[in-house]
């Protein structure tokens, strides 16, 4: 591990940067777009390129994919990516390198747009976790998702460390998780919650099907206190349109991973994605 | 003979899960229902009596249990020590591997399980699963590497004869680790009426205790076959290879806590430990996590897994069980790293001096035999976790 335990950790009041976020949740609460791409697919050095695009098209939120040689919880789509991204050479060092300076980059547009990184835990495990966070905020990314960090082991392990540097962990739940532990997701997050659509593993849902709808009714029922984002099978206009209407807003990924593969990285390319998306 | 899954010892599995440091449950939040519902019910279910007794007969009518503790003369000569061979290949489909899919599948039914998805890797794990889906009218899913299919032909054969679907896993390297990949994403993908018959010590918890618990017959019964043949339970050596560990921890179970029996796992160096073709987790690997569980595990400076490499499909995982990484962490486990050329002249070895064929996974701890520095007198078992069938086309290449 490359801890370095004797840094001076910031508090989350010392002002500096407030969470992206959590500003564009109290701006906006209705029809976001949060947009996932894998770092260093297709190419090595497409990561600013690809943010930058997806900022100017409009997006809400971006979650950049940290490739990993085992994806779990990811279908085919976004675990080639994760392949092809690796054969490139990406690593979560790398990505840090790429995303230094992008926040105040004076030559191009600055990056605003709130920025996730998604991935699994090893890779941040082997980075060292206090590092990571200390990586984030110096880059300025503004929350994580790791879909195999549960919550327990989050709060035992993690919490204290993520929260002196300000970064918000990001959560899922699904149509099987009880309300009992809804509850207890919601309390511990801060930023928003990422309903994941149906029992799946991402881009294998096509359509909104009734049971999807009577989860996604439920779960507005309960009047959690954070923002939902509803992802995995949302990949047209329909979809979307149907997970406005049951949450604040839809997260996309392997049907744009497949667009960048089939049409290109330009922002022309990824306006006309954004485009088809929001309609 | 009586079997019970004992509470166990001081290297017991904690509430969370963990052993030492290793262990845990790192899984989506996809698979957070059904690996509760086995957290909290797992161990009320195993001990229920009906159980204990359906277990039981299982393991003596079906599986063949207690197996022979066979005092091997002509290879105790050879290596100048005295050598017992705890037979697991004459259990029923040629493996240990059925002591824990007879369990797992009677835990499945009672809750009210309707499919099975496995893993396998040489393909021993998969017959297993598919034999207990066969004899308990379970729909079963087999996740097999395509590579591992092509060099374990017979035993696909055997898990379609069984009615199992066999379904081959072509990402990464497209062994083992791709199959366990497979299989979560199946089961994520299917979370209500399926049940998942991890196949080794690996996993999330409760896996890694769950099927420790029913492997531990092994232990249970040398101890008292030991006992019956010299007068002691405890031998001085209890060998047994490790993939992700089922055979290992099944066998010195009952020994944990009895620090005069040394605790001998053996890995697959393959080409050799640093030939870049090896699957010698605890010689190369450093803590991380792998599915579900945090463990010692074979991976690049960035945290990738790494393609491990054996002979033997068994073998040739990138991780180690959380208990046996414990083992390693806290010295109570030895452990060796055996190449593939050392474990094929071992698998040769037996056969000639005793006449039994055994697989090459447990050809590897055969081999660590002539690495231990063994005196005239000491006793030790070596778990011979299977038959070496499936392995005759690989064995040939050698002959």
């Not at chain 1, 994580?144 to 739940?173: Q, S």
């Not at chain 2, 035993?155 to 791709?178: E, F």
């Not at chain 2, 005196?375 to 040939?396: H, I, N």
Request: aromatic share 8%; hydrophobic share 40%; proline share 5%.
């Amino acid at each position: 591990m490359i801890e370095q335990p004797d840094i001076q950790r910031p508090t989350e009041t010392d002002g500096t940067t407030e969470n992206r976020i959590k500003s564009l949740f109290s701006r906006k609460s209705e029809r976001l777009l949060n947009i996932y791409f894998t770092a260093g697919f297709p190419h090595l050095d497409d990561t600013v390129t690809i943010l930058r695009g997806l900022q100017q098209a409009g997006v809400d939120l971006v979650e950049i994919g940290m490739p990993y040689s085992d994806p779990v919880a990811d279908g085919e789509t976004i675990q080639k990516s994760n392949g092809r991204a690796l054969e490139n050479g990406m690593s979560i060092k790398k990505l840090f390198d790429q995303l230094v300076g992008c926040r105040t980059d004076s030559t191009g547009e600055p990056i605003t747009v709130p920025i996730l990184l998604m991935g699994y835990i090893n890779p941040v495990l082997q980075y060292g976790v206090e590092n990571f966070c200390r990586m984030c905020r110096e880059v300025g990314v503004d929350g994580v998702i790791l879909p195999d960090l549960p919550l327990d082991l989050f709060l035992d392990e993690y919490a204290e460390t993520f929260r002196a540097y300000g970064i918000l962990n990001v959560n899922l739940i699904t149509p099987q998780t009880t309300d009992e532990r809804i509850r207890l997701i919601d309390a511990e997050s801060d930023g928003f919650i990422y309903m994941v659509s149906s029992a799946s593993i991402t881009g294998s849902v096509t359509g909104i099907s009734d049971p999807m709808r009577a989860y996604f009714e439920r779960i507005k029922a309960m009047n959690l206190r954070n923002p939902r984002l509803i992802g995995f099978g949302i990949n047209n206009h329909e979809t979307f349109d149907s997970a406005c209407a049951n949450a604040n807003g839809a997260i996309v990924g392997s049907a744009f991973i497949r667009h960048l593969d089939d049409h290109g990285t330009s922002p022309e390319s990824i306006q006309a994605f954004v485009d088809t998306i929001r309609a | 003979m009586q079997t019970t899954i004992e509470p166990t010892t001081s290297f017991e599995v904690s509430d969370k899960g963990f052993y030492g440091h290793f262990g845990g449950a790192f899984i989506p939040e996809m698979l957070y229902p059904n690996v509760e519902e086995l957290r909290q019910n797992y161990l009320t279910i195993t001990a229920d009596p009906s159980f204990q007794a359906e277990f039981q007969q299982l393991l003596e009518d079906y599986v063949g249990r207690p197996t022979p503790l066979f005092l091997a003369k002509r290879l105790s000569e050879t290596v100048g020590a005295t050598i017992y061979l705890k037979r697991e290949d004459l259990c029923h489909t040629g493996a240990h591997k059925i002591n824990n899919t007879i369990g797992q599948i009677l835990v499945a039914q009672r809750l009210g399980k309707k499919r099975i998805v496995a893993e396998t890797g040489a393909g021993q794990h998969g017959v297993a699963t598919a034999t207990v889906c066969a004899l308990m009218g379970l729909e079963c899913i087999v996740y097999m590497g395509s590579v591992d299919m092509k060099r374990q032909q017979p035993n696909v054969d055997r898990m379609r004869m069984l009615g199992a679907k066999v379904v081959p896993a072509t990402s990464g390297s497209q062994t083992l680790k791709d199959a366990t990949n497979e299989a979560m994403r199946h089961w994520i993908n299917n979370p209500v009426d399926t049940h998942y018959i991890i196949g080794s010590v690996v996993g999330p918890h409760p896996y890694p205790d769950m099927v420790a618990r029913f492997q531990s017959v092994i232990s249970q019964e040398t101890r008292k076959q030991l006992f019956a043949k010299t007068g002691s339970e405890n031998p001085d050596y209890v060998v047994a290879c490790v993939g992700g560990g089922s055979n290992a921890a099944g066998a010195f179970f009952h020994y944990l806590n009895e620090p005069s029996v040394r605790l001998v796992a053996v890995e697959a160096a393959g080409h050799g430990v640093e030939s870049g073709h090896s699957a010698a987790t605890t010689a190369l690997g450093k803590p991380g996590v792998l599915h579900g569980s945090r463990t010692i595990l074979m991976q690049t400076e960035d945290g990738q897994v790494t393609e491990p490499y054996s002979i033997s499909a068994g073998l040739d995982y990138p991780g180690i069980g959380p208990l046996h990484a414990h083992l390693f962490e806290s010295g109570r486990g030895d452990f060796y790293a055996i190449t593939d050329e050392d474990a094929m002249a071992a698998g040769f070895q037996l056969s000639k001096l005793e006449g039994i064929i055994p697989a090459i996974e447990t050809a590897h701890a055969l081999a660590a035999l002539s690495h231990m520095n063994l005196k005239a007198d000491d006793v030790v078992v070596v778990c011979l976790s299977g038959r070496g069938d499936k392995d005759l086309s690989t064995y040939s290449q050698y002959l």
